[in-house]
């Protein structure tokens, strides 16, 4: 059960119109946006971000994966549920996004991006010359990498919210993996 309420989309609440916004995303309002709605600034916030992040350089199918990385790093089960499903949306499979959760790709490039997400969650944003010249190297540039830093961010947040509220994850349940 969760420690927060979870708003009604039905509710006459200055959250109301982003709500409308977010079923008609997912054909649904997840678990996850209600309990954000108890904040109409926070939801504003949260929501503007997907936006933002999801029109990025980056494209859809790394944002998912990011968030999928760090999902499993901060043991959030509510965001490896939903963002595996939204991974596969944007063309990932299933594999790919299972070795996304311990920081692994196939793709160098992914792979880099993976590895610098998790550095930053590990040593909370401590990182060194070293994580930053292995995104260079693999060809990523700093608006790039800052456009990951960005994904961390987001995803912390959510994670966060889903894990301290006990969110109740209505997406298809994904196993995190044992520490």
Not at 11 to 27: D, R, W
Not at 111 to 135: E, M, S, Y
Not at 139 to 162: K, P, R, S, T, W
Request: glycine share 8%.
């Amino acid at each position: 059960m969760s420690r927060i309420e979870l708003v009604s989309p039905a509710a006459n609440t200055e959250a109301a119109p982003l709500l409308e916004q977010i079923h008609g995303a997912f054909g649904v309002v997840p678990n996850m946006f209600r309990a954000v709605a108890n904040s109409p600034t926070a939801l504003r916030s949260m929501w503007g971000a997907f936006g933002a992040l999801g029109g990025g350089t980056l494209g859809a199918r790394l944002g998912e994966q990011i968030a999928v990385a760090v999902a499993d790093r901060n043991d959030c089960a509510y965001c490896l549920a939903a963002h595996t499903v939204l991974g596969q949306k944007t063309g990932a499979s299933a594999q790919e996004m299972a070795a996304a959760q311990s920081g692994e790709s196939d793709d160098p490039r992914t792979q880099a991006a993976l590895r610098f997400a998790l550095a930053v969650v590990d040593k909370r944003a401590h990182i060194n010359d070293a994580d930053v010249t292995n995104l260079r190297q693999a060809g990523f540039d700093d608006g790039q990498i800052m456009e990951i830093m960005a994904h961390v961010a987001l995803n912390v947040f959510i994670n966060y919210v889903n894990v301290a509220f006990q969110v109740p994850v209505d997406f298809p349940e994904v196993k995190l993996r044992a520490k």
